[in-house]
């Protein structure tokens, strides 16, 4: 398994990087969100060890990155010393898979990551419906009324994400950096046109139901199609 390790404290991140080792697992480490986020970046990771108070922000920022980022694929396990039932339950709500109190003991914490390593491994990617949309996460596939729908990988994506938020008023910015990451080297423009592409090649135009608003000087909304209103 390989492992990143986001723990600002040096000797706490050599010390579970040696225990990680000696389970015959690779790992490595980074010492803020910042560099968390670098290192995701550059690299495929198997699970994600968090520390909850890190110099550049808490477990919420690198939960909220990963899960905007990577998804739901890669287990994600908080190391912290705070063990009050709030945090544990925020950083649990805000997307963790698992909460270990300081200080860690080996045994447990190697077996906590295999045993999340276990839970994500089996766990199948869902099949979003929306009316007659239907997008299969895992096979990467997505049909309109049954019919398969030929999209890019980034076209796909961006689908993906609107079905999941329904309704929501999502802003060009956001899309960017939830679809093609903070760093992207492209502008909300980029949006603009995969958008335009998803509405003419999934006939978002209330034709099936729904339809993609755009909303002047911000960004575009999933909508339902009243009846009687397509066209």
């Not at 980074?30 to 986020?37: E, F, H, N, Q």
């Not at 109190?101 to 990617?125: D, G, H, I, Q, Y």
């Not at 609107?162 to 760093?183: A, E, F, T």
Request: hydrophobic residues 40%.
């Amino acid at each position: 398994m390989h492992v990143a390790i986001a723990e600002d404290d040096e000797d706490q991140s050599a010390l579970l990087a040696l225990w990680l080792a000696e389970a015959g697992h690779t790992s490595k480490q980074a010492g803020s969100v910042a560099s968390l986020k670098q290192l995701l970046e550059r690299e495929r990771f198997d699970a994600i060890l968090v520390d909850w108070q890190l110099p550049d922000g808490t477990g919420l920022d690198a939960l909220g990155w990963i899960r905007g980022n990577l998804g739901w694929e890669v287990p994600v396990v908080v190391v912290t010393v705070r063990d009050d039932e709030a945090t544990v339950c925020q950083g649990l709500q805000a997307g963790a898979d698992d909460y270990i109190v300081k200080p860690p003991k080996p045994l447990e914490l190697r077996a906590r990551l295999a045993n999340v390593a276990r839970r994500v491994n089996l766990r199948e990617m869902p099949v979003l419906r929306l009316g007659d949309y239907e997008a299969d996460i895992s096979r990467q596939r997505l049909t309109v009324q049954g019919e398969a729908i030929t999209l890019s990988q980034k076209e796909f994506d961006l689908a993906v994400y609107m079905m999941q938020n329904p309704g929501k008023l999502l802003s060009r910015d956001h899309l960017l950096n939830s679809i093609w990451g903070i760093h992207a080297d492209v502008d909300t423009r980029t949006v603009d046109t995969h958008v335009s592409r998803l509405r003419k090649k999934l006939q978002l135009n209330g034709q099936h139901g729904w339809q993609i608003v755009p909303v002047y000087g911000f960004g575009y909304r999933l909508d339902r199609q009243s009846e009687g209103s397509a066209g």
